[in-house]
């Protein structure tokens, strides 16, 4: 179960793609450049680096374990000829840094090719070591490490539009750090009440709006969504906007809450809406209104009547992530059975496909399902009664300005592409 | 909220209530479910993962449902008719052991009836140090409130059982505040004394604390509950660990 794959991202040129897992190891992926010669191999992703990021460790304090599980990946904006990313596991937050090496020196005058010491008397004459090139060795190194900033588990971590300061979030606290600074941060939200007895709500998900550095939102367990300026105060509990929508007295139940509970949030490429994830929808959010979501679309709505059982199973409870195209017209969130949803946005069009070994052979189109709720059956559709519920894609990524999605089903990473169209059909 | 006699909302297997069944007969099995999601979110509660801290938001969500719950029955006046229900099922020499198990120091010496909830919230203080012994007051505690609170209610308001239900919820999330002291002071500062002599008691009386566990569960089982002993066996795994990872450190 350790290469059970807990977050996926792709990079802001969608060149590299991140996935870390449960055992704490970090797999990054390379699109190969498209070549004319070989058509059918345009863009395909093949393994570049792989390194283990974080261990397992011990709270002997606690007497609980510390799980190497990354949960959150985020690449750092490109810089120079290194990439960087940050992972994070529950407690600690890792800078890496990734460098290319297709060169070495060759010719010193101390050194044989071996790296032996020469034997002295035989060198005559001085020369300058040349550089020549060498089967590419990409190196990962360490270069910051962030500990002891979380007393909860972290659930998020994101970039500044600054590319200098980023945050992280756990269930109670949010601190901001600077990139290069590892010895303190800032917390800029705390929402951990005087007296734990008065605990009903934790923060979910966090994220930096993509343009204007002091603006942040985060999310609730209990379905809300707070705007935060930094500017306003350096300790931002107070938001300045509050995103909620009212309860519908008709659906309430014993589980209202729990499936208001916002497991994501992503902010638009644009910078003007926000997409958030509850147990049963996804919902398009509007900064400049408060009160509802301006779009609301049902990933999976045949499981209300069944809240009862995956309360039991614990499925209640499960976290999906969502995510924008690089146009921000189509939304995409997983589902159960390695399901996965996609919805358009301007023909309010949706399609249901599948992340499985049987349904997709390379290049093949994937077939769109149908989950049936009683009532006619046609051919292929799937009943409630045999969705696989532990088949659950809570991880997707979606490439920053090509229609390539990534999808993480358990331990397997679908990355598919849209190359003839990208209507939806 | 709920009006007697309307179909029932997201409960899994509804059963078709006829328009012309009174609403008593809705009633009772509207309740049992809903008595029934509560033991399952008590459960839940119970049994967090010895290893890994629990995961913090799960838990306050199911906290928040049982609190609804409780809510919700002290509003309909049905707590009071559950547990007049039950009251002949479980003997008095049960009553009056469980009675002195659950009974803190504190309580005792304020001469408080209904110890049930305010010492289940205690139990609940120490449920991450994975006593073994602790788990089975735990479980123990769990039925107990049933079955007390039967001689209790006749005596208490509901709102003053209320108060202690939010109170032993609520003291599920200070396990938290106070597994993370900053210092070994405060790690003792913060620990209830009472605490210990309940400690001393079931370590006393658990000769072979295994054993001891399943079989307390299935002593105190009433018929509606629905706490399986495969959650006893994971938790008894769960401490084969413990004292593994122990022994090697």
């Given at each position: 179960a350790a290469d059970i794959i807990s977050t996926v991202e792709f990079n802001h040129t969608g060149e590299l793609l991140a996935t870390g897992d449960k055992g704490?190891?970090?797999?990054?992926?390379?699109?190969?450049?498209?070549?004319?010669?070989?058509?059918?191999?345009?863009?395909?992703?093949?393994?570049?680096?792989?390194?283990?990021?974080h261990e397992p460790e011990f709270d002997y304090l606690k007497s609980l374990e510390i799980e190497e599980k990354i949960n959150k990946i985020k690449w750092l904006p490109q810089q120079n000829a290194a990439h960087s990313l940050l992972s994070t596991n529950d407690k600690t937050i890792k800078l890496w840094k990734i460098t290319e090496r297709d060169k070495r020196p060759e010719g010193y005058n101390l050194k044989d090719e071996e790296g032996k010491l020469k034997d002295l008397s035989t060198v005559t004459s001085l020369q300058v070591p040349v550089l020549k090139p060498m089967d590419l060795m990409v190196e990962v190194?360490?270069?910051?490490?962030f500990a002891n900033g979380h007393t909860y588990h972290v659930n998020s971590i994101s970039v500044n539009s600054d590319c200098e300061t980023y945050m992280s979030a756990d269930d109670l606290r949010i601190n901001l750090w600077h990139l290069a600074i590892t010895d303190r941060s800032f917390n800029i939200v705390d929402i951990k009440p005087a007296n734990m007895e008065d605990l009903t709500e934790v923060i979910t998900a966090s994220e930096f709006h993509p343009?204007?550095?002091?603006?942040?939102?985060?999310?609730?367990?209990?379905?809300?969504?707070?705007?935060?300026d930094?500017?306003?105060?350096?300790?931002?509990?107070?938001?300045?906007?509050?995103?909620?929508?009212p309860e519908d007295p008709s659906n309430r139940s014993f589980f209202s809450e729990i499936i208001s509970s916002v497991s994501d949030v992503k902010f638009s490429h644009s910078g003007r809406y926000m997409l958030t994830r509850d147990y049963l929808t996804v919902k398009v959010w509007d900064l400049n209104m408060e009160t509802k979501p301006v779009e609301t679309y049902q990933v999976h709505d045949y499981l209300r009547s069944k809240l009862c059982s995956l309360?039991?199973?614990?499925?209640?409870?499960?976290?999906?992530?969502?995510?924008?195209n690089g146009s921000d017209s189509?939304?995409?969130?997983?589902?159960?059975?390695?399901?996965?949803?996609?919805?358009?946005?301007?023909?309010k069009r949706d399609v249901t496909l599948e992340a499985s070994r049987e349904s997709s052979k390379p290049r093949a189109i994937l077939k769109p399902r149908r989950v049936c709720v009683g009532g006619k059956r046609r051919k292929d559709d799937i009943s409630v009664d045999s969705l696989d519920f532990t088949k659950k894609i809570l991880h997707t990524a979606w490439h920053p300005t090509e229609n390539i999605i990534a999808i993480a089903a358990t331990n397997n990473l679908y990355i598919f592409q849209d190359k003839v169209n990208s209507e939806m059909h | 909220m709920f009006v007697r006699g309307l179909k029932r909302k997201c409960f899994d297997g509804e059963e078709d209530i006829e328009g012309t069944l009174a609403g008593i007969k809705a009633i009772p099995s509207y309740n049992l479910q809903r008595q029934s999601l509560l033991d399952?979110?008590?459960?839940?509660?119970?049994?967090?993962?010895?290893?890994?801290?629990?995961?913090?938001?799960?838990?306050?969500?199911?906290?928040n449902t049982v609190r609804q719950i409780q809510e919700e029955m002290t509003q309909d006046g049905t707590w009071q008719m559950i547990n007049t229900q039950s009251t002949g099922q479980a003997s008095l020499d049960r009553l009056v052991s469980t009675d002195i198990l659950c009974r803190s120091s504190r309580d005792q010496a304020e001469g408080k009836h209904g110890p049930a909830y305010g010492t289940f919230s205690k139990d609940f203080e120490s449920d991450q140090a994975q006593d073994s012994s602790e788990t089975m007051s735990t479980a123990s505690a769990v039925q107990t409130p049933r079955n007390l609170q039967s001689n209790v209610w006749e005596m208490e308001s509901p709102q003053e059982n209320k108060g202690n239900f939010q109170k032993s919820l609520d003291q599920i999330f200070e396990t938290l505040e106070n597994k993370s002291p900053n210092t070994v002071e405060d790690l003792f500062s913060e620990v209830d004394n009472s605490y210990y002599d309940l400690d001393t008691m079931l370590t006393g009386m658990m000769s072979n604390t295994k054993m001891g566990h399943c079989d307390s569960l299935e002593t105190f089982s009433s018929p509606t509950n629905t706490a399986p002993n495969s959650n006893c066996k994971s938790d008894l795994n769960d401490l084969d660990h413990i004292v593994e990872i122990l022994v090697e450190s």
């Open positions: 704490g190891r970090v797999v990054i992926f390379q699109r190969e450049p498209e070549s004319k010669n070989e058509p059918y191999n345009q863009g395909e992703y093949n393994v570049y680096s792989t390194f283990q990021s190194t360490p270069r910051r490490i343009h204007h550095c002091n603006l942040f939102v985060y999310s609730s367990s209990k379905g809300s969504l707070r705007l935060c930094m500017r306003a105060s350096a300790l931002c509990d107070k938001h300045s906007k509050l995103y909620e929508e309360y039991e199973n614990d499925c209640i409870f499960d976290k999906f992530e969502c995510a924008w189509v939304i995409m969130t997983g589902a159960y059975n390695n399901f996965f949803r996609m919805f358009d946005r301007n023909t | 399952m979110s008590l459960v839940k509660l119970q049994l967090c993962h010895m290893l890994v801290e629990p995961n913090l938001c799960r838990s306050v969500l199911i906290a």
